[in-house]
């Protein structure tokens, strides 16, 4: 079976969030199920993909927007991945540095969508399926069925993949034209509520449509910013496979970017040499707890609560450290910025992201706090997991569906609210729990025992195409 994942993100190649890394990692391991899945993704001028040697394999130009954009599709040549990753360039609208952010931003999905779609039209590629990755590529299905363009692909089966239904694309109807030609009487397929929404139009025409974890598809269909209707309109073709992590990169036993390998035989010392260095580094104790957070500051990840939720917990328990790493909305950075100050020796942050330090405090912290108000999967949590950080949850989402309380015997930290209180009341069961050591290492042993490899859900994903 031939798949063509299509994405804006891609672990190594370019990484904002989880999408970077679900993407990175399932083809992989549907390689090992006998799947020959590779990846397309925008060419963009980053440090990354200058550095790598890559080989052009066609050349082709589109036209959109009144202007004709040539195009170059590049193969990397990346020595450690095992599926083939294709790039494509578009000289002034892609080869830019970041991934999002820009005012044309809009162009640059369709743009990508458009090269991706001609290519496999003039190289007469043929996939069983086109699976796509959120909004920025899920005009495709519709285009594919729709656009005379593209008639030749049309019936191909296409899966799109929700990680994110808060960001949906949408624009407004006189940017119509910016599309390719196609039947006017479907341009239903294209709206939803008065303005064109990728995303909709993607779960109304993809074949099959799923979220990273089933929990959050449940509560789509409840709240989806709007789209909750039509998800459960749609509800027969929609599931939820909850993503995997790459246990083979996500492994403390050989992590290299950690200061010592450990595993659960030698948790303790193991942790303790990489506590040890984040303590040195930001000055904290090495025998008082340390909780951590790690992710973009922003609204979904309750980041806005956590300034008043660490001064409080800071003092409440005196005897804690808390470090954050992440970057997001700037009120919340300069409140985290100016916490430090205030509390010297107990609180630090690390303002911006940081691959390398990320997976140093995974491994040397104590406890992960991941108050989430939306997680559609999470891949801290099940990271933390592997390397015997006790995650402290939000039950939403995939959270609900990878972490079960202690007292459900279970091995993590639950709370229900997003809320300064409840954080704060976690956190104070969290310290309980440091000092009853031997339970607090028999759960350490245990958590990294938990598999969250991807070998499960990457059958469901090939069951997924086989089904269609
Ligand atoms: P989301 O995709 O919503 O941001 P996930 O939990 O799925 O959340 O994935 C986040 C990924 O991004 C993880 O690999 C996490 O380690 C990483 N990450 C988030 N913020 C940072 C940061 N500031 N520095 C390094 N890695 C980060
Ligand atoms: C999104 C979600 C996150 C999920 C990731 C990968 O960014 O916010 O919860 O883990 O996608 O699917």
Redesign the pocket.
């Known amino acids: 079976m031939k798949t063509l994942h299509t994405s804006f993100e891609c672990y190594p190649v370019a990484?904002?969030?989880?999408?970077?890394?679900?993407v990175g990692s399932l083809p992989n391991y549907q390689g090992d199920l006998g799947t020959n899945s590779i990846v397309i993704m925008p060419y963009y001028d980053n440090a990354f993909v200058k550095k790598k040697k890559s080989k052009e394999i066609f050349n082709g130009e589109i036209n959109f927007n009144d202007t004709n954009y040539h195009y170059t599709i590049l193969q990397l040549q990346l020595s450690k991945q095992l599926f083939d990753t294709y790039l494509v360039r578009i000289e002034s609208l892609l080869d830019r540095e970041q991934v999002y952010g820009y005012e044309d931003e809009l162009n640059r999905y369709l743009g990508f969508q458009l090269a991706v779609l001609d290519w496999i039209l003039k190289e007469g590629h043929s996939f069983d399926v086109i699976h796509c990755h959120d909004h920025h590529t899920s005009l495709i299905p519709f285009f594919i069925n729709n656009c005379y363009d593209y008639n030749k692909l049309k019936g191909t089966p296409t899966v799109l993949t929700i990680?994110?239904a808060q960001y949906q694309g949408h624009f407004s109807h006189d940017k119509l034209d910016l599309l390719p030609s196609f039947n006017f009487e479907n341009v239903g397929l294209l709206d939803w509520y008065g303005s064109i929404n990728p995303l909709a139009s993607g779960i109304k025409c993809a074949s099959k449509v799923n979220t990273v974890s089933p929990s959050y598809m449940e509560e789509l269909k409840e709240n989806a910013n709007g789209l909750e209707g039509l998800l459960r309109s749609e509800s027969e073709k929609c599931t939820g496979i909850l993503?995997g992590i790459d246990t083979k990169f996500w492994n403390p036993e050989t992590d290299k970017m950690l200061a010592k390998n450990y595993k659960s035989a030698n948790v303790v010392s193991g942790k303790k040499a990489n506590k040890k260095e984040l303590c040195d580094r930001y000055g904290f104790d090495l025998n008082v707890p340390l909780f951590s957070f790690?992710?973009?500051l922003v609204g979904?990840?309750s980041a806005d609560l956590l300034p008043e939720a660490i001064r409080e917990a800071l003092s409440n328990y005196k005897e804690i450290s808390v470090f954050i790493?992440?970057?997001g909305h700037k009120e919340i950075e300069d409140e985290l910025n100016a916490l430090k100050d205030e509390f010297q020796g107990s609180f630090n942050a690390?303002i911006?992201?940081?691959?390398k330090?990320?997976h140093l405090v995974?491994a040397g912290s104590d406890f992960l706090l991941m108050p989430s108000r939306v997680?559609?999967?999470?891949?801290?949590?099940m990271?933390s997991l592997r390397y015997g950080t006790i995650p402290i949850v939000r039950r939403t989402g995939g959270l609900k569906d990878t972490v079960i309380d202690i007292g459900d015997g279970g091995f993590g930290i639950c709370h229900d609210q997003a809320s300064v209180w409840d954080i704060n009341y976690s956190i104070g069961r969290a310290v309980e729990l440091y000092k009853d050591t031997k339970t607090f290492r028999r759960i350490q042993k245990q958590i990294m025992k938990i598999d969250h490899s991807w070998t499960k859900s990457a059958q469901e994903y090939i069951d997924l195409y086989k089904s269609i």
């Open positions: 990484k904002v969030g989880g999408l970077a890394d679900v990680h994110n993503n790690i992710g973009r979904e990840k790493l992440g970057s690390h911006g992201y940081d691959e330090l990320s995974y997680e559609p999967c999470g891949l801290n949590q990271y």
